[in-house]
């Protein structure tokens, strides 16, 4: 296998009927800004979940800096960062005691668990929230201080499950500095996305999940190959399907 930040190889997940991960094979160079794209159902939060120790795999390797992911879940969860699809589950608590307490679980002593919170919870715009429970915050509130939770132990890669979802364009432009930063420094970022556009403008690296396979990777420029990245998305994933005549009850409603 190529070495990589994160390299995966041979990665395979059936459930049932379905093959939603089919022998992938992906190499994340260190320090890229690494954007993951396909069209529902391709199996990218099924790579991911793999890639990071949340759902083991049929079959096949994931190696994080070298490491084996599934030989050794705790190394391999120091260091990565994971923003996943959903939910903080310990939504019960406020998001300084979320964030302070994935600290802690992750052996920070209290006090830098604490600090590092507020100051995470300050760059994304959380200090107001106060002792607002998780549970109560808006869903862009939630992905934030996921984000938090993903970068408090200070990983070496992060992997982040559609990040910008439901984020005002003021964070979002606050977490694009904070990863444009942490890659500067060394960290690689995975991201998966459907807004091409986004990715286009965060990511230098690019793949194509169809089917569950890998059908491009490399640069952005490389993948976009002289179009934009949402021509090269559609034309891999298999051109588009236009309505042609059906949905012909629609029209009703005008009448
Ligand atoms: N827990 C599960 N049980 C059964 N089937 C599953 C499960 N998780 C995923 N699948 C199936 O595996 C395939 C890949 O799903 P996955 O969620 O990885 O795709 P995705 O690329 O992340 O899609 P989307 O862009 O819509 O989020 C789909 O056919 C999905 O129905």
Same mark, same amino acid.
């Given at each position: 296998?190529?070495?990589?930040?994160?390299?995966?190889?041979?990665? /395979?997940?059936?459930?049932?009927?379905?093959?939603?991960?089919? $022998?992938?094979?992906?190499?994340? &160079?260190?320090?890229?800004?690494?954007?993951?794209?396909? &069209?529902?159902?391709?199996?990218? %939060? /099924?790579?991911?979940?793999?890639? %990071?120790?949340?759902?083991?795999?049929?079959?096949?390797?994931?190696?994080v800096h070298g490491e084996d992911v599934w030989s050794d879940l705790e190394r391999a969860?120091?260091?990565?960062?994971?923003?996943?699809?959903?939910?903080?589950?310990?939504?019960?608590l406020s998001g300084p005691e979320l964030v302070e307490h994935i600290g802690r679980l992750h052996g920070l002593p209290r006090a830098e668990a604490a600090r590092r919170a507020a100051d995470l919870l300050a760059v994304l715009d959380l200090t107001d929230a106060g002792r607002t429970l998780v549970v109560d915050y808006s869903a862009g509130m939630r992905k934030k201080v996921g984000l938090a939770c993903a970068l408090v132990h200070a990983p070496r890669v992060l992997v982040l499950d559609e990040p910008f979802e439901a984020v005002d364009p003021v964070s979002?432009?606050?977490?694009?500095?904070?990863?444009? $930063?942490?890659t500067a420094d060394g960290g690689t970022v995975v991201v998966s996305s459907h807004v091409m556009a986004l990715v286009e403008q965060l990511c230098d690296h690019v793949a194509v999940?169809?089917?569950? $396979?890998?059908?491009?990777?490399? /640069?952005?420029?490389?993948? $976009?190959a002289g179009g934009t990245l949402e021509d090269r998305f559609v034309a891999l994933s298999g051109g588009r399907r236009g309505i042609g005549e059906g949905l012909a009850w629609l029209a009703s409603s005008s009448g």
């Open positions: 296998m190529a070495a990589g930040a994160l390299t995966c190889g041979e990665l /395979t997940k059936r459930f049932g009927a379905t093959l939603a991960v089919d $022998r992938l094979e992906l190499v994340v &160079p260190q320090g890229s800004m690494f954007g993951l794209v396909g &069209p529902n159902g391709a199996g990218k %939060t /099924t790579t991911l979940s793999m890639a %990071t120790g949340l759902l083991r795999p049929d079959a096949g390797r994931v190696l969860h120091r260091l990565l960062g994971v923003l996943p699809d959903g939910l903080p589950t310990l939504d019960r979002a432009s606050t977490i694009r500095e904070l990863l444009q $930063r942490f999940i169809v089917a569950g $396979r890998v059908v491009a990777s490399g /640069t952005l420029d490389e993948v $976009r």
